[in-house]
């Protein structure tokens, strides 16, 4: 098994970045796909970005492309998601998630799940 923890939420202005980490421990890192997911208030968890073992393919949600880049650092044992351009509507609890498949937008392929960390877009 892994364990995931997500750091780096915080409050921020609109336009403004903030970098999400996603510390994996208790078993090999290298060996897993890392997906981004967020909740916002009263939405269902909805798919932002995913990073395959590899490093590619990478695979973003239509509303942050341009805007937002996944990454890992597999000797650090380490994923990220760096938001750029932050919008209100991003504003969410934002989880990391592992899964021995593939990169892949469905939750159902990520077996491991962080506890969250919230992003909230505000002036």
């Known amino acids: 098994q892994v364990q995931l923890v997500e750091s780096g939420g915080a409050l921020v202005q609109p336009g403004g970045s903030l970098r999400l980490s996603c510390a994996a421990s208790g078993s090999i890192f290298s060996t897993y796909a890392v997906g981004w997911l967020r909740q916002a208030p009263g939405k269902e968890r909805e798919f932002v970005a995913c990073?395959?073992?590899?490093?590619?393919?990478?695979r973003y949600a239509d509303s942050v492309k341009g805007r937002f880049a996944i990454a890992r650092d597999n000797a650090k044992n380490t994923g990220y998601l760096q938001m750029n351009s932050l919008r209100p509507e991003d504003t969410a609890d934002y989880y990391c998630?592992?899964?021995?498949?593939?990169?892949?937008?469905?939750?159902?392929?990520?077996?491991?799940w962080g506890q969250g960390t919230q992003v909230t877009v505000s002036s």
């Open positions: 990073i395959s073992r590899s490093g590619e393919p990478k």
């Open positions: 998630a592992a899964g021995q498949t593939y990169c892949s937008n469905s939750p159902s392929n990520y077996a491991y």
